[in-house]
T-cell receptor, first 112, second 112 residues
Framework: DGGITQSPKYLFRKEGQNVTLSCEQN?????MYWYRQDPGQGLRLIYY???????QKGDIAEGYSVSREKKESFPLTVTSAQKNPTAFYLC???????????FGPGTRLTVT | QQQVKQSPQSLIVQKGGISIINCAYE??????FPWYQQFPGKGPALLIA?????SEKKEGRFTISFNKSAKQFSLHIMDSQPGDSATYFC???????????FGTGTRLTIIP
């Protein structure tokens, strides 16, 4: 069963704590992306990675960090420096040479 | 120059009617225009996409119309059904660019 998995589906954290969101894909895609979605604001790019051990900041990278140690995995850490972390987080992937991005089911993070 | 402007923000259509969502872009280098469909609590799913070498692309009840000179593209949903009720996002990118630029989304509601 090929696809993108994100876990957990819901995540609750206290303010001041770092939290890591998981994204795994078995589509053999080269590029992976993290987006943040807030009501009425569409999708905003946080980080993306084209190859293992390399990644670039997107439009709203402040307060987030990523790693890409394996092709299949692209975890996102929401740090305590992120001022408004409560949001719906989406992971996507793409094969190089193709334009289509495919999305995972998302993780809803709530920080109180 | 990277913006994609989407309208309307929300749309209510009667069952059996035609739903029309519009997007406008500024960057003339854009050459790939996908539409995504997102149900509440789920990740966006690629619905249909077009490249600027054609003015229209149809897949079932979904049609993209593309006007290169006006830098506009639109999604038409024919014979709209309650199951089409979702949020729709347009996006754009150009070959060699790793990033998609998304519109802000349209919440479509199909009423009986």
């Amino acid at each position: 069963d090929g696809g993108i998995t994100q876990s957990p589906k819901y995540l609750f954290r206290k303010e001041g704590q770092n939290v890591t969101l998981s994204c795994e894909q078995n589509l053999n895609h080269d590029a992976m992306y993290w987006y943040r979605q807030d009501p009425g604001q569409g999708l905003r790019l946080i980080y993306y990675s084209q190859i293992v051990n390399d990644f670039q900041k997107g439009d709203i990278a402040e307060g987030y960090s990523v790693s890409r140690e394996k092709k299949e995995s692209f975890p996102l850490t929401v740090t305590s420096a992120q001022k408004n972390p409560t949001a719906f987080y989406l992971c996507a992937s793409r094969t190089l040479g193709a334009a289509e991005q495919y999305f995972g089911p998302g993780t809803r993070l709530t920080v109180t | 120059q990277q913006q994609v402007k989407q309208s309307p923000q929300s749309l209510i259509v009667q069952k059996g009617g035609i739903s029309i969502i519009n997007c406008a872009y500024e960057n003339t280098a854009f050459d790939y225009f996908p539409w995504y469909q997102q149900f509440p609590g789920k990740g966006p799913a690629l619905l249909i996409a077009i490249r600027p070498d054609v003015s229209e692309k149809k897949e079932g009840r979904f049609t993209i119309s593309f006007n290169k000179s006006a830098k506009q593209f639109s999604l038409h949903i024919m014979d709209s059904q309650p199951g089409d009720s979702a949020t729709y996002f347009c996006a754009a990118t150009h070959f060699g660019n790793e990033k998609l630029t998304f519109g802000t989304g349209t919440r479509l509601t199909i009423i009986p």
